[in-house]
């Protein structure tokens, strides 16, 4: 089976050897995407959408990366600290 890490340029997580992706034959599967910078800075401090904007950033970097795109997700999860960022 064809196993390959998948990772950006600069890798933020690189220093505390958390793999951003890993592809299988042809499926990737990307780990949970925080709302960090290309260096490592945390961004938007107590702003939901700053911050789920970097996060979504940070995946389709990673999807690129791995040979894919935003447009073949399949199911993403995403956890809430405070439901009052739930908009119904």
Not at 1 to 28: A, C, F, H, N, W
């Amino acid at each position: 089976m064809d196993l390959k890490r998948v990772s950006t340029e600069p890798d933020p997580y690189e220093p505390y050897r958390i793999s951003q992706g890993m592809r299988v034959g042809e499926l990737l599967f990307v780990s949970g995407q925080a709302a960090i910078d290309e260096r490592g800075q945390l961004v938007g401090v107590g702003d939901f959408d700053a911050q789920a904007e970097q996060a979504f950033r940070n995946l389709e970097r990673v999807l690129e990366a791995g040979g894919s795109g935003l447009d073949r997700i399949v199911k993403v999860t995403i956890f809430l600290t405070d439901m009052a960022n739930f908009r119904r």
